[in-house]
């Protein structure tokens, strides 16, 4: 079982930054990716950002494209989201999740296996 935390959410003005971090611990995770995921209040749960552990490609959602980056230290057990340009409707709980499936888009929920409990992140206007 891998365990996933995320941690580093807090409340942030309009135009600041942010770095979320997610610490893998239990078993090794050697899966395919890692991403991360958010959702604000009403609304669902929508794709933000994933990274391969082999080759490190990195996916984005639009919203986020050139504002977010992605990335993991090199034993694979953290992974980070570093939030800039940071907007209200960025506000949500961003959960980091890990997935073993190698086949289907990268943004799809249902096919990350393991989830954080989520770090809630507010962007004041």
């Known amino acids: 079982q891998v365990q996933l935390a995320e941690s580093g959410g807090g409340l942030v003005p309009t135009g600041g930054s942010l770095r979320l971090s997610c610490a893998a611990s239990g078993r090794t995770f050697s899966g395919y990716a890692m991403g991360w995921f958010r959702q604000a209040p009403g609304k669902d749960r929508e794709f933000v950002a994933a990274?391969?552990?082999?080759?490190?490609?990195?996916y984005y959602a639009n919203s986020v494209k050139g504002r977010f980056a992605i990335s993991r230290d090199k034993d694979k057990t953290t992974l980070y989201l570093q939030m800039s340009s940071l907007k209200p409707e960025d506000t949500a709980v961003y959960y980091c999740?890990?997935?073993?499936?190698?086949?289907?888009?990268?943004?799809?929920?249902?096919?990350?296996?393991?989830w954080g409990q989520g770090a809630q992140v507010t962007v004041s206007s």
């Open positions: 990274i391969t552990l082999i080759g490190s490609s990195t």
């Open positions: 999740a890990a997935r073993y499936e190698t086949h289907g888009d990268m943004d799809a929920a249902i096919l990350y296996r393991y």
